[in-house]
């Protein structure tokens, strides 16, 4: 290490060395410092496994070049969507493709030049939806989100922070009797996981969201669904919680990770390097570019979704509205109004294209007539996505110091609990709460 060898350059008394007391010891960053568990990734993933490992009583340091919920965490649509147990390559959207990606500034597209790269994931995912694949995913979903939201409730009450939850339900749309239609075996299927919800019209239906357009002919209640406050908000809250409990964090960015028989090595990008114990890289979108550099290749990709959180007066939301024809959601924030959701499969470094969200916010006036435009704020986020819907969570193949967490695609907040349990349970050597090899690193 640079420290040692400084030591040594130095070592000098009156006899041609210096006394002990004099020997300048290396620093943390010149020798490297150990870690216990390091994460890569301040997420609501990362954070929530930091909590659980933090209360197990496992040193843990948590990595990101941002900070603590500051990136894609931070403005998603707010929702708890444990009932969101279709994969979205059974949800509908192979059918719709065609229609969507004929409009630029629709639910689904693809910049043409980005389509040779996105081809080969694009593939997956329609394999994904084949019917014999149907019902081993839909289980590993229902399975990960029953798990999810016993999770969240616990976590939420051990960190102080059930005050920010909102179990006021939504309100799914249709503006025609064959859109409904289409929307029932996916509700058949849900009941069957216990899911409870029922279908309304009329006075009803306008009763859950007064001020509606008439367009819209029908709509599904879902009296469980729930909401968060503010994802950001609700992120460095747990994280505070993981704090107290031990956690720390160091703002830097990751250029290289290794891995050995003894342990992992961060490469940050000043050039000084973390060692630990066990690494977990739970780093959205970029997750699978580290990955790569330990020999794993998975077809990751990055869902671009677009939002703009208007003032709180904008209009009067009784709660979040789903307008999945159309690809988005309106949520009620503490802070704001949040008018988002959509898909842009682009990559990461493509700059935002906000004609997107500005289309979006059209769209909205147009569903809630009455709707205040003015003063929102716009802002771009990438998730994180798998072809087949399910987030990886395992160890890395031939790497026992390394753990997988990423991949949550719309889910990362839902199932970001469920995640940091799964994963105390893996560094631990603990029984897994659900069967894993859905999740498998290596299912591709």
């Not at 909590?51 to 990136?71: H, K, M, N, P």
């Not at 960190?159 to 249709?174: A, H, I, N, V």
């Not at 990008?269 to 066990?278: E, F, K, N, P, S």
């Not at 003032?311 to 988005?328: E, T, W, Y």
Request: hydrophobic share 40%; aromatic share 8%.
């Amino acid at each position: 290490m640079k420290g040692s060898a400084d030591v040594q350059g130095n070592s000098t008394t009156q006899e041609g060395r210096r006394p002990l007391s004099a020997l300048r010891a290396p620093t943390p960053r010149e020798r490297g410092e150990r870690q216990d568990i390091a994460i890569i990734g301040g997420g609501i993933i990362g954070i929530c496994a930091a909590a659980f490992l933090a209360e197990a009583g496992c040193s843990v340091t948590v990595f990101d070049r941002t900070g603590i919920c500051e990136e894609t965490s931070s403005g998603n649509a707010a929702a708890f969507a444990f009932s969101d147990v279709l994969p979205l390559a059974h949800k509908g959207m192979i059918r719709q493709l065609p229609k969507w990606l004929a409009d630029p500034l629709g639910p689904l597209s693809i910049p043409p030049a980005y389509l040779p790269k996105l081809l080969p994931w694009l593939i997956r995912f329609w394999r994904a939806g084949a019917p014999e694949k149907y019902e081993a995913s839909f289980a590993a979903q229902a399975g990960m989100m029953k798990l999810a939201e016993a999770e969240w409730m616990h976590l939420l009450d051990r960190s102080g922070t059930r005050p920010m939850l909102r179990e006021d339900g939504s309100l799914e749309f249709y503006e025609s009797e064959a859109e409904f239609q289409a929307s029932l075996p996916g509700w058949a299927a849900r009941k069957r996981f216990g899911i409870g919800f029922r279908h309304v019209e009329g006075d009803e239906m306008a009763a859950l969201q007064p001020g509606l357009a008439p367009r819209f002919v029908k709509a599904t209640f879902v009296p469980g669904w729930k909401t968060v406050a503010d994802p950001k908000l609700l992120g460095k809250a747990v994280w505070a919680y993981a704090e107290a409990k031990g956690a720390r964090f160091e703002k830097a960015r990751v250029e290289r990770v290794e891995a050995g028989a003894d342990g992992a090595t961060i490469v940050l990008a000043d050039g000084t390097t973390r060692q630990a114990r066990q690494l977990v890289i739970a780093a959205g979108a970029w997750s699978h570019l580290l990955a790569r550099q330990l020999g794993d290749r998975i077809p990751l990709e990055t869902e671009r979704g677009y939002n703009t959180t208007l003032p709180k007066g904008a209009f009067d939301v009784r709660r979040q509205l789903i307008f999945s024809g159309h690809g988005f959601v309106i949520t009620p924030l503490d802070t704001g109004l949040r008018v988002g959701g959509a898909v842009e499969l682009g990559g990461i470094e493509r700059p935002p294209n906000y004609a997107r969200s500005k289309a979006l916010l059209r769209k909205a006036q147009s569903f809630l007539p009455g709707l205040d435009p003015a003063g929102g704020r716009e802002w771009m986020g990438f998730r994180p996505s798998l072809p087949d819907s399910l987030p990886v969570i395992g160890r890395a193949p031939g790497h026992q110091s390394v753990v997988y967490a990423f991949g949550h695609g719309h889910l990362g907040l839902t199932q970001s609990a469920a995640t940091g349990r799964l994963i105390r349970e893996l560094v631990l050597g603990q029984t897994s709460s659900v069967d894993l090899s859905p999740f498998s690193p290596q299912r591709f």
